[in-house]
């Protein structure tokens, strides 16, 4: 999952809040301060399908499944 580094960067742990309420203990598996983005990894099984995030107003979700 792709996220402003702003967001995640002093943050001691990263949880992610899905659609359907489910939080995800999130690991930051990279960042660059530079073009203020991070990469994280969420815990979900193979066969999961599509994963449904919450949209904050304004702005536009940025994801990036990686299996």
């Not at 999130?26 to 995030?53: C, M, Q, S, Y």
Request: proline share 4%.
């Amino acid at each position: 999952m792709l996220t402003a580094n702003h967001v995640v960067d002093r943050a001691d742990e990263v949880w992610v809040t899905l659609r359907d309420n489910r939080r995800l203990k999130a690991e930051t598996v990279g960042k660059d301060r530079g073009t203020d983005i991070a990469l994280l990894r969420i815990p979900v099984a193979a066969n999961a399908g599509p994963i449904a995030l919450n949209i904050i107003r304004g702005e536009t979700p940025m994801v990036v499944i990686l299996r």
